[in-house]
């Protein structure tokens, strides 16, 4: 495994993403628009900061306090955690990437399934290189891969999907089928939230946001897992590497892992998890997969169930 550093949106001298036509997506509506605009006015990575501190902090009363609050706020169902009791959590990082208790998620039978609990933004065919996020906006895939337009070509006229993870949910990442680790790329970005009034409000949201990179070998092909941060997302980790960010730089970093022993995960393994809830973008090679004719934007969406197929003959 080798670890290199680029320039942010350089990586192997790509040409960097380009510019955001403006702060709004073209089809954003008055009441988005309002509603995002304080986004770019916060000091979002002092905030995102100071989330870390105190999500780490071991505080006793006070930590199992902001716990209580939190499953009462956002009705989190405790009785699928591997471990229920709200005040056995030293922190408040160890309750928001609890495990599941055993059997909570079964696996489908089927080739790829869905990584993550949350609920579908967006999915489907990408466009050449260009990606569907909101009415009028998309952005590029060299762009979400951190300005590599190589590995991105790949995926031209493949399929994507975006689901979102919100605070209730269950926050760790697992594999959607059998995978073997290539690269890992950490892109420094903004902290925007992902939530879909963001997403219909800020322009190529996703391949602005920081994020990490994971690419694959796969049965489906090559297939890019992207985990993407937001504001008051504490960090990213994946199970080979532990934290990746912090320390958050303006630097890209890429690690390979073509060399040394294979870093292979199983359909249905955890690799990765987000403390303070996100975004996940997966792509697939063209014809490599057809989502499952259940999924449609907005539909909540669990661990394990089916995702999709390789497309009939």
């Not at 504490?234 to 990746?244: E, K, L």
Request: aromatic letters at 8%; charged letters at 20%.
């Amino acid at each position: 495994m080798a670890e290199t550093k680029a320039p942010a949106g350089r990586g192997h001298g790509a040409p960097s993403p380009p510019r955001m036509a403006g702060p709004f997506a073209a089809g954003a509506s008055v009441p988005d628009r309002l509603a995002v605009l304080p986004q770019y006015l916060l000091p979002k990575r002092a905030l995102t900061s100071l989330a870390g501190r105190f999500a780490s902090a071991r505080a006793g009363s006070s930590t199992t306090a902001a716990i209580r609050r939190f499953v009462a706020r956002y009705r989190v169902d405790m009785s699928e955690a591997e471990n229920p009791d709200i005040t056995s959590y030293a922190t408040f990082n160890d309750f928001f990437t609890r495990a599941l208790r055993p059997g909570a998620r079964p696996i489908a039978d089927a080739p790829a399934v869905c990584p993550v609990d949350g609920a579908v933004s967006q999915f489907g065919r990408i466009d050449d290189d260009q990606i569907f996020q909101a009415k009028g906006h998309r952005y590029s895939t060299t762009a979400l891969l951190g300005g590599d337009a190589a590995p991105a070509a790949g995926f031209s006229n493949g399929s994507f999907a975006t689901i979102y993870l919100s605070p209730r949910d269950y926050h760790r990442i697992h594999m959607p089928c059998d995978g073997r680790l290539r690269r890992m790329v950490y892109v420094p970005g903004s902290l925007f939230s992902v939530n879909p009034v963001t997403a219909r409000g800020v322009p190529g949201l996703f391949a602005r946001n920081e994020r990490v990179v994971c690419i694959f070998d796969t049965p489906l092909g090559t297939m890019a897992l992207v985990l993407v941060g937001a504001t008051i997302v504490g960090s990213m980790a994946t199970v080979w590497h532990g934290t990746v960010n912090p320390p958050r730089s303006a630097t890209l970093r890429q690690w390979s892992y073509d060399d040394g022993p294979a870093i292979t995960l199983r359909k249905g393994e955890e690799m990765g998890r987000f403390l303070l809830g996100s975004t996940v973008v997966l792509l697939f090679e063209p014809g490599a997969l057809r989502f499952t004719e259940a999924w449609e934007p907005a539909r909540a969406v669990r661990l394990g169930e089916p995702m999709g197929w390789p497309p009939q003959d």
